[in-house]
């Protein structure tokens, strides 16, 4: 009954902590009163363990998609597999990546996976298309406008409308600019 109660009371001063109904000192003490000197282990439910929830899930949604684009990019350029294992592998990115997306759903940072996404679709299109059609201008050129046209839609779809606007305006830029010379 005696272990119940302080963790009850440990649980309490936890609480007046987050919710700043007793200075950080007094609670701190009291803590270290009731735990006989060691950190207590804070409820799932708090405001620290949810902010550690926030941190791992910003960092998920930050570096997951950065990671899938380089290791995307290394298969591709820098190993010597043959074309279709490379474009399999490049294609599991893309869809760990469209993965991230969908876990990141609820959150507002959903436009650096997005972006990604949208790097590595291109990348795959442009690889693909350069393995099969190794001399076309016109596949390049249809590739890059198609993508374009897909990240505007994106950027409509997901509310990202600069960042895929602009992009895709550099796209069509790139393609004019190629049949202009």
């Known amino acids: 009954m005696e272990q119940q109660r302080k963790a009850i009371i440990i649980q309490e001063i936890i ?19 009731y735990t006989g000197g060691q950190e207590a282990s804070e409820p ?17 949604v930050t570096f997951l998609p950065l990671a899938f684009l380089a290791g995307a990019l290394l298969v591709i350029y820098f190993t010597k597999l ?5 474009i399999a592998i490049a294609g599991c990115f893309f869809i760990c990546n ?18 990604t996404g949208a790097a590595l679709l291109l990348l795959l299109s442009m ?4 393995l099969l059609m190794p001399d076309s201008r016109h596949a390049a050129a ?31 830029s790139f393609v004019l600019y190629q049949y202009l010379h």
């Open 15 to 33: 609480y007046w902590k987050e919710n700043k109904l007793l200075p950080s000192a007094y609670c701190d003490f009291l803590l270290a009163l």
């Open 142 to 172: 249809a590739i890059v406008l198609i993508n374009c046209i897909l990240w505007v839609l994106t950027g409509i779809k997901f509310k990202a409308k600069v960042l895929f606007f602009i992009s895709a305006a550099i796209g069509f």
């Open 98 to 115: 469209a993965g991230v997306i969908y876990a990141a759903r609820k959150t507002r940072g959903m436009v650096l996976p997005l972006g």
């Open 127 to 130: 690889y693909a298309a350069s």
């Open 44 to 60: 799932e439910g708090t405001a620290a363990a949810k902010n550690r929830t926030a941190i791992r899930s910003t960092l998920f």
């Open 82 to 86: 043959p074309a279709v294992l490379q």
